[in-house]
């Protein structure tokens, strides 16, 4: 049973940074593309950021690019996406989501093309 867990979430100020994780159980990681899909409330699910499955490669929306990185770490199953510079706009349920042989930017163009969907973790910024 695939399970992707997803951890890091909180409250942080306006300007202030946060990092999350997304650890993977049940697949062969290094066969997969991961990412971070992101939804605030009364909003559309908003593709955030993803990384080729040997880390190579990365997309990153409009919106976070420059201020958001991710990053995997194979040996320990996990992805991160490092968050700074938050703004409230960012205020928003946290997805991480893996996708079989994937390309970011692909994934980018349709988030619906990944296979495995995390619970989610709330990301609150106040200003």
């Known amino acids: 049973q695939v399970q992707l867990a997803e951890s890091g979430g909180g409250l942080v100020t306006a300007g202030g940074s946060l990092t999350l994780f997304c650890t993977a159980s049940?697949?062969?990681?290094?066969?997969?593309?991961m990412g971070w899909i992101r939804q605030a409330r009364g909003k559309k699910r908003e593709f955030v950021s993803a990384i080729s499955f040997g880390g190579g490669k990365t997309a990153y929306s409009e919106p976070v690019k420059g201020r958001f990185t991710i990053s995997r770490d194979n040996s320990r199953s996990t992805v991160y996406l490092q968050m700074d510079n938050l703004t409230p706009e960012d205020a928003a349920v946290y997805y991480c989501a893996a996708k079989h042989w994937g390309a970011p930017l692909a994934l980018m163009a349709n988030p619906s093309l990944f296979d495995y969907w995390g619970q989610g973790t709330q990301v609150s910024v106040s200003s």
């Open positions: 049940g697949l062969d990681f290094n066969l997969y593309a």
